[in-house]
């Protein structure tokens, strides 16, 4: 797998990206209930989840989950998945938490109803692959959400940080997403039947420079030697920011998801 092991062997840095876009949206309908929302609400469901993180898809939701459903919660690192279990002891649910290479996914063929990956494809290298291990698991009828991030998705923030950057010299640029808004139906396409687009509409509307730094810190280690925003920087970036924010009051920043949602379709057996 492409990320370092640093990044997921604990919660702390996937909690500071999620908390910029938890604390400061402007849509009222939080994107993990939108997702939730194109499920299926069938009684008896089988679920899987890759890349659980730290289970807050489901703590977000867990008035909407049936006693019915068997949900398989997994992840690649086994901290995250340690922390998910404690996140989830008080939500009742039929929970399974397994450490899953979402590559090789060690249950039998068709086995559930739905497969969830919430925002990790774009990790995952030998992609094509693990897009077919994902629709070999489902039933004939099953049903693969994919959420994912678009390609200028938070751009005002991230030129901020380049203009930042750039002043101290460093030219530092995020590359293009490997799995997008842009360029995952293309993927898709070649893997499952039927694929359709839905977009979440969003935006950030921030009045505190620390969790601006927080996420990109967040970033550090992600692959191995990825350094986005330097720690010793860190301080500066802050008043950087903070100066900007006196002048405008907010922040305002673009927020570019959604999600594609796949069917393998009645007696597909490609």
């Known amino acids: 797998m492409d990320l370092s092991s640093k990044q997921y062997s604990a919660a702390d840095k996937y909690k500071a990206r999620i908390a910029l876009t938890t604390r400061f949206r402007t849509n009222p309908v939080s994107r993990l209930k939108w997702i939730f929302d194109r499920f299926p ?20 939701n867990r008035a909407g989950i049936r006693p019915s459903w068997t ?21 009742k649910a039929n929970f399974d938490f397994e450490v899953i290479d979402a590559r090789n996914i060690g249950h039998p063929d068709g086995t559930f109803d739905l497969v969830l990956a919430n925002n990790m494809l ?17 039933k004939s009828r099953g049903m693969f959400v994919a959420s994912t991030l678009g390609d200028r998705d938070n751009e005002e923030l991230d030129e901020l940080l380049y203009d930042f950057l750039s002043a101290k010299g460093r030219r530092f640029r995020f590359r293009a997403s490997a799995f997008s808004m842009e360029n995952g139906f293309d993927q898709l396409r070649r893997v499952f039947r039927h694929v ?17 730094v927080d996420y990109y810190l967040s ?8 350094v986005v925003l330097p720690d010793e920087y860190a301080a500066e970036f802050e008043e950087y920011l903070s100066g900007i924010l006196r002048e405008r009051g907010r922040i305002s920043a673009s927020k570019r998801s959604g999600v594609f949602v796949c069917e393998r379709g009645a007696g597909d057996r490609r």
């Open 122 to 138: 774009y990790h995952l290298d030998k992609r094509e692959s693990a897009l077919e291990g994902m629709r070999r698991v489902l």
């Open 71 to 91: 949900i398989t919660l997994s992840d690649y690192s086994a901290g995250m998945l340690a922390e998910c279990r404690s996140q989830l002891v008080g939500v």
């Open 219 to 226: 970033f550090n280690d992600m692959y191995e030697g990825l």
């Open 41 to 60: 609400k069938s009684d008896g469901l089988r679920i899987l989840e890759l890349g659980s993180g730290t289970g807050l898809f489901w703590l977000a």
């Open 196 to 212: 359709e687009v839905e977009r979440y509409e969003d935006s950030l509307s921030i009045d505190e420079a620390k969790p601006i």
